[in-house]
């Protein structure tokens, strides 16, 4: 039977007994509430009324003695008719005593007082009548002898009544009490029996269940105490507490297996705070390490004062870290702890990654900091998990590695060009920097700086042609600072100026360094010979495709005809840095994107020529391209923003293209590593007449168009070209 049966049926136990009891109850109560009334309401009033009897009875003899004693006949008979009355009601009285009576000695005693009763009346009738004939003495001898005779008979005969009916009424009095003793008595002991019985049903269902729960709870306070989880209960039984024995006996299998599984992730924590090269700390409330550390933190830290310490002294003492940052770094772990996981996601970029710690002995160790939020099942972070790793080594190698990647993509540069042509662009390249520092020392801004800016202009032109990036990049950033100064943006400052130029030389020394010394290719260079002008510009041309690329545009062909005409070696470096120029522009400014191009019937390709002539006077150059020609309108409109010309002038086609030439003039929308600071045609004419030489546009097409396609036309000394076949020109 299981518990909850056994509660049932100590439930229906219950209202049975109260059932058993209250209907025991109500019938005895029915059963004495009837001997109640009987006694309240017939032996009781019987008795009063056998007790009236006595009374009536004088009244009667009281009236006869007066009707007796009465002065004339008429009194007699008024109280004749009153005795007679009077017997009536003694009568009915003594009637009414016959039917309550409830023994036969009570009937047998009314029945003689009845009896007694009419000799009474009779003996009082004769006495009347003596009375009423005027024989008052006989009527008082009567009176006196048969009258009081039948009145004490009579009065004996209601005592003896009376004494009946009152011990009838004090039985009956008895038998109710006793009744109700008796009710008392068992309804005592009915209830005194359920109370017993229920107590021992209860008491057997609470052994039952207490004892069984009592020994679970003495079983789970020695496993709390011992953090045994191998014990089990013995399970004797199948009810509700059999069953609970079973599921606490599976919990403490699955708690024992929860367990288990818990100690080795312990275990496997601990080992792995013991072996992993890292430093592993976590930072609980109030900013302070957790005692759980790695070991390996002691070596990265180099002390064993780690747990209960403040963090961020353990960590950012004797670091690199400012005490701005250290500031705001203590406030973004106190706004993580304690507060929602989301606020280390607000936080987390104030926390330092890497920091430089300088150790007792004066090392200085890269420690690489990893941050993680330990939140709660409520999403509260509880501690900060931070990860130290010393990277010394590792950021020593990455910088070796960066070096040597880097001094391979140096070596790459300078094995693309030919030692020829590598030796004389870093003579060029060493010539323009003399000059920028003399004129550094002996000008001032205003006539200077536009000398600045295109000797440094030409050495990034050719060294973006050989694919110098390093050198370009250097170079680049040197001519913005110079812009800069042009255009009134930077101050003038001798000292600044000298540092870039020593910053461009010292990038040049590396090539140079790299060429020479690791290389080998520092030996003697051919000289003296002429070269034909393909072959002087070669490092020019073959940059050109690399350009188009960057620029969007498709491959220029580039065609050359010399007539078999050589230039000798004194021009071919200032004919290199001023074709590279030329070319460059040709490239950015007057061959158009492939769609216009096709759009405008064109090949998608453009087209450069080259061609050269020789005669006593000069040696002739001209560059021309199929591009999109000289926008005159556009010249004239920049030169006058620019204040290249006067508001009011009036310059002719011609003059208006030599404007292109003016120092600071472009055409170009915006500023690129390629274009666009108005320096490159400037430069090339101060290469060319430096050579004595000279440059200008030829204008072509219809005469008065707004868009004229032209040719660059330089011209220098004759004895600069050679003719084929002309040995003593070549000899000398």
């Known amino acids: 039977m299981s518990i909850r049966q056994r509660i049932i049926l100590l439930v229906v136990l219950v209202f049975l007994a109260l059932g058993v009891i209250g209907g025991y109850a109500i019938v005895q109560a029915r059963s004495n509430s009837g001997q109640v009334r009987t006694v309240t309401d017939g032996v009781v009033p019987s008795a009063i009324k056998s007790v009236e009897l006595?009374?009536?009875?004088?009244d009667v003899q009281i009236a006869t003695l007066a009707m007796v004693a009465a002065p004339d006949n008429d009194t007699a008979r008024r109280l004749l008719d009153e005795v007679n009355a009077r017997k009536d009601g003694l009568q009915k009285a003594l009637a009414e005593q016959l039917a309550q009576a409830d023994s036969p000695a009570q009937s047998g005693l009314i029945k003689a007082a009845q009896e007694s009763l009419q000799n009474y009346f009779s003996s009082i009738n004769d006495t009347a009548q003596f009375k009423l004939a005027g024989q008052t003495a006989l009527a008082e001898a009567t009176m006196g002898a048969t009258v009081d005779q039948y009145l004490r008979e009579q009065g004996q005969m209601i005592d003896a009544v009376q004494v009946e009916k009152r011990r009838s009424k004090d039985a009956a009095i008895a038998a109710l009490n006793g009744e109700l003793t008796h009710t008392s008595t068992m309804l005592t002991a009915i209830s005194g029996i359920a109370v017993l019985a229920l107590g021992a049903i209860g008491w057997l269902l609470y052994r039952q269940v207490i004892h069984p729960i009592a020994q679970m709870e003495s079983k789970m306070t020695e496993i709390a105490a011992s953090q045994d989880f191998t014990h089990r209960l013995e399970v004797t039984r199948n009810d509700e507490i059999g069953r609970s024995m079973t599921a606490f006996n599976a919990m403490l299998q699955k708690i024992e297996e929860s367990t288990a599984l818990v100690r080795q992730k312990a275990a496997d924590i601990q080992a792995l705070l013991h072996h992993v090269p890292q430093g592993i700390l976590t930072v609980q409330a109030g900013g302070t390490v957790h005692p759980e550390f790695s070991d390996f933190l002691r070596t990265i830290l180099e002390t064993d004062e780690i747990a209960?310490?403040?963090?961020?002294?353990?960590?950012?003492?004797?670091?690199?870290?400012?005490?701005?940052?250290?500031?705001?770094?203590e406030a973004a772990l106190h706004a993580c702890l304690g507060e929602d996981a989301m606020n280390f996601e607000f936080n987390a970029h104030l926390l330092p990654t890497e920091v430089q710690r300088r150790m007792p002995d004066g090392r200085v160790k890269t420690l690489d900091l990893s941050w993680a939020p330990i939140a709660g099942d409520d999403g509260t972070i509880q501690r900060l998990l931070l990860c130290v790793r010393d990277v010394t080594e590792l950021r020593s190698l990455a910088r070796a590695a960066t070096a040597q990647r880097r001094e391979l993509g140096l070596i790459g540069e300078i094995l693309a060009v030919e030692p020829e042509k590598f030796h004389a662009f870093a003579e060029g390249a060493a010539h323009y920097l003399q000059e920028n520092a003399r004129i550094v020392e002996t000008h001032g801004q205003a006539e200077a700086v536009g000398l600045l800016f295109r000797n440094m202009h030409t050495i990034k032109g050719n060294a973006r042609t050989y694919g110098l990036q390093h050198l370009t990049e250097v170079?680049?950033?040197?001519?913005?600072?110079?812009?800069?100064?042009?255009?009134?943006?930077?101050?003038?400052?001798?000292?600044?100026?000298?540092?870039?130029?020593?910053e461009v030389r010292a990038a040049l020394d590396e090539y140079l360094h790299i060429h020479t010394a690791k290389l080998g290719r520092g030996g003697a260079v051919r000289r003296g010979e002429p070269e034909r002008i393909g072959e002087a510009l070669r490092g020019v041309i073959d940059a050109l495709p690399a350009l188009a690329v960057e620029l969007g545009k498709e491959e220029p062909h580039v065609a050359i005809e010399d007539d078999g005409i050589a230039v000798r070696p004194p021009v071919c470096g200032m004919l290199r840095d001023a074709f590279m120029h030329l070319l460059r522009n040709a490239v950015d400014h007057g061959i158009e994107p492939p769609l216009a191009r096709i759009?405008?019937?064109?090949?998608?390709?453009?087209?450069?020529?080259?061609?050269?002539?020789?005669d006593d006077d000069a040696l002739r150059i001209a560059l021309q391209d199929d591009g999109q020609g000289l926008d005159l309108d556009r010249i004239r409109a920049k030169a006058l923003s620019q204040g290249l010309?006067?508001?009011d002038a009036a310059p002719s086609a011609d003059g208006t293209a030599q404007l292109i030439f003016a120092?600071?003039?472009s055409t170009a929308?915006?500023?690129?590593?390629?274009?666009?600071?108005?320096?490159?045609?400037?430069?090339?004419?101060?290469?060319?007449?430096?050579?004595?030489?000279?440059?200008?546009?030829?204008?072509?097409?219809?005469?008065?168009?707004?868009?004229?396609?032209?040719?660059?036309?330089?011209?220098?000394?004759?004895?600069?070209?050679?003719?084929?076949?002309?040995?003593?020109?070549?000899?000398?």
């Open 599 to 614: 759009a405008h019937g064109k090949p998608a390709a453009g087209t450069i020529g080259l061609t050269l002539a020789l």
């Open 54 to 58: 006595m009374t009536q009875l004088k």
């Open 663 to 665: 120092p600071g003039f």
């Open 308 to 329: 209960g310490r403040d963090a961020m002294a353990l960590v950012f003492d004797h670091t690199d870290l400012g005490a701005d940052l250290r500031a705001q770094t």
């Open 475 to 502: 170079v680049h950033r040197v001519e913005q600072h110079y812009d800069a100064v042009r255009s009134g943006r930077a101050a003038w400052v001798p000292d600044e100026l000298r540092a870039q130029i020593s």
């Open 645 to 647: 010309l006067p508001a």
């Open 669 to 732: 929308e915006q500023v690129t590593e390629i274009s666009g600071r108005g320096v490159g045609m400037d430069a090339v004419r101060g290469l060319v007449e430096a050579e004595g030489g000279s440059i200008a546009i030829v204008l072509l097409g219809i005469e008065g168009a707004r868009v004229r396609p032209f040719r660059t036309v330089i011209t220098l000394p004759a004895r600069h070209g050679v003719r084929p076949g002309d040995k003593a020109l070549i000899a000398a």
